[in-house]
């Protein structure tokens, strides 16, 4: 038996982000997200980059086959203002909280928010300075 992949798990979060219009990357910002132009002087898109963790593997019987799996992800999002961010934080939770992910192979459960305290936070070493919030979700899956 092979672990369970984690990879799968992130595409399904990145479809569900996708299908509720937050523009979202992998790593790194997306292209439709950020400055539109010149920074400070053009439109900013707010946008979500995703990191996810590599994922938990969890025996589920006495033979320990390691075939559930616990996934943790984290979500950095970041606007030109403070604003930006609350709505676009508002947006994701929006968007996962309580939703079931699609995994092929797999039986998904309902993403929940992990509780962290960051506050929204102004970026000074760019310029013109982002704002951005951080907040983790997870959600457990089962082979099907």
């Given amino acids: 038996m092979t672990a369970p992949a984690a990879k799968p798990h992130t595409d399904a979060v990145v479809s569900l982000l996708t299908a509720a219009t937050v523009a979202v990357g992998r790593g ?3 292209s439709t997200g950020g400055w539109q132009g010149p920074p ?3 439109n ?3 946008y979500a980059v995703i990191y996810p963790f590599t994922g938990r593997d969890e025996a589920t019987s006495l033979a320990r086959t390691h075939d559930s799996l616990d996934f943790t992800f984290q979500l950095t999002c970041v606007g030109a203002v403070q604003d930006q961010v609350e709505t ?14 699609s995994v092929a ?7 929940y928010q992990v509780p962290i305290d960051r506050p929204v936070t102004r970026d000074d070493a760019v310029a013109p ?6 907040t983790q979700f997870h959600f457990r899956s089962d082979p099907t």
Avoid: W
């Avoid at 676009?88 to 992910?101: F, S």
């Avoid at 300075?129 to 951080?134: F, K, L, M, Q, S």
């Fill in 40 to 42: 400070g002087a053009s």
């Fill in 44 to 46: 900013f898109v707010p």
């Fill in 28 to 30: 790194k910002p997306p």
């Fill in 105 to 111: 192979s797999r039986t998904a459960f309902a993403i």
């Fill in 88 to 101: 676009l934080m508002d947006k994701v939770r929006a968007a996962l909280i309580g939703i079931t992910p």
């Fill in 129 to 134: 300075p982002v704002h951005y919030g951080i």
